[in-house]
Structures are given as structure tokens and as C-alpha cells.
């Protein structure tokens, strides 16, 4: 268990609707970064926040958006959803800042399949 | 970020000690070279970060020359439950940032 806990493990939804992935990370981490994986696409990194500001953006959609809220908690938002968005979306919080080190803890991921 | 590059898949057998390379031709000053493990539908797990020479833990060795254009994840003794993917990443120390590349999906047979 790394200490990070995404939610909803499981989503089915349909082509154009809009869903929320949710993300607490390990206690006492004050960055959360996003990662999308496809089989076809490996691990894309989306966005990274650290300490409720956005620190890095990667490969991330204009339909999507994330923020980080003050409690720490992270959330994704992905809109306008097209049968290619469907892929396992991973969360994880690390240290950095603290310890500035490339340990991520990563959560067990959200699948989202949309039809 | 310096780019990786490492072979995309490797075999080896139970017992056997699994060396994979990786390079990093542009890696920069600030930068660390860091190993994570996947299996399937689970989070990438963080195996080793190292910034020059060598690196033990538990689980694996790493291996960084002095030039650090490259460095050599080392599993001594592998078991079935070492197949996975492994990923060699360079960690910004200046972003925070950690870009995952293809990775080399290692199979470890009986």
C-alpha cells in the first residue's frame, strides 16, 4: 500500500459526458502529479501540482484540468470525453521540496473505459 | 529533459542475475537517474535513484559511470515474480518533473 488512494477505481461512462478522478495523497506530501496510461501510449505525464499551485504540465488536453485543493487533495476533471480518453489515469504524491528526490508513490490507478 | 533510451524487452531465467542499460545522453547537472517497476494494471513502483557511481538497496543495484551517460539497473537473482516493466527515468531536480519513456518489459522464465 503506498499511502495514496484514488477514487473511483472503476468508470464507465459514455462518449461527450464529464468525470471527476479523485486523489488523496500520502500524509504529509505536497505534490500530486497525474499520469495517463494507454496501451498505446505508455505513461503520459499530465499535470503536477505542489502545494495548490500548478508546478508542470505535460501532455494534458484542453478537456482536461486538474487542481489541487488545500487540503492536498487532488482532482481531474475530464470533459467532452472521447473513446480515447479511456485508459488507466494514476495519481501519485511525493516529498519533493522535502526530500527532493524522484520517489513518486503512485496510487492503483482509476480505469476509465468510455463508450 | 534528457530522453532514455533502453531495450524494449529482455529474457532471462530464475536465478539469474538481470543487468538492463540505460542511456541518457543529455542528462544535466541537477539531474537524477532514477528505476521504477509496473506489473500489469498497477502503479509504477520506485526501485532506485542514483546520481553518480553506485547505488545499493534491497532490491536492486545501480550503476552510474562517471560521465553519467548511462547507468546499468542490476536484479541480482531473479524470480518469476520479477517480470515486469522496468522504467529508467532522469529526474529533474530543478522541475520536479519525472517523464516516463517505453520501458523494457523484462520476462523471467522458469
Known amino acids: 500500500d503506498s499511502g495514496v488512494t484514488q477514487t473511483p477505481k472503476h468508470l464507465i461512462t459514455a462518449t461527450g459526458q464529464r468525470v471527476t478522478l479523485r486523489c488523496s495523497p500520502r500524509?504529509?506530501?505536497?505534490?500530486v502529479y497525474w499520469y495517463q496510461q494507454s496501451l498505446d501510449q505508455g505513461l503520459q505525464f499530465l499535470i503536477q501540482?505542489?502545494?495548490?499551485?500548478?508546478?508542470a504540465k505535460g501532455n494534458i488536453l484542453e478537456r482536461f484540468s486538474a487542481q489541487q485543493f488545500p487540503d492536498l487533495h487532488s482532482e481531474l476533471n475530464l470533459s467532452s470525453l472521447e473513446l480515447g480518453d479511456s485508459a488507466l489515469y494514476f495519481c501519485?504524491?511525493?516529498?519533493?521540496?522535502?526530500?527532493?528526490?524522484?520517489?513518486?508513490?503512485f496510487g492503483e490507478g482509476s480505469r476509465l473505459t468510455v463508450l | 529533459l534528457a530522453k532514455t533510451t533502453q531495450p524494449i524487452s529482455m529474457d532471462s531465467y530464475e536465478g539469474q542475475e538481470v543487468n538492463i542499460t540505460c542511456s541518457h545522453n543529455n542528462i544535466a547537472t541537477n539531474d537524477y537517474i532514477t528505476w521504477y517497476q509496473q506489473f500489469p494494471s498497477q502503479g509504477p513502483r520506485f526501485i532506485i535513484q542514483g546520481y553518480k557511481t553506485k547505488v545499493t538497496n534491497e532490491v536492486a543495484s545501480l550503476f552510474i559511470p562517471a560521465d553519467r551517460k548511462s547507468s546499468t539497473l542490476s536484479l541480482p537473482r531473479v524470480s518469476l515474480s520479477d517480470t515486469a516493466v522496468y522504467y529508467c527515468?532522469?529526474?529533474?531536480?530543478?522541475?520536479?518533473?519525472?517523464?516516463f519513456g517505453q520501458g523494457t518489459t523484462l520476462q523471467v522464465k522458469p
Open positions: 527515468l532522469v529526474f529533474s531536480g530543478n522541475t520536479g518533473k519525472l517523464i
Open positions: 501519485a504524491s511525493s516529498g519533493y521540496r522535502v526530500a527532493n528526490t524522484g520517489e513518486l508513490f
Open positions: 501540482y505542489y502545494n495548490g499551485e500548478e508546478r
Open positions: 500524509s504529509g506530501d505536497l505534490s
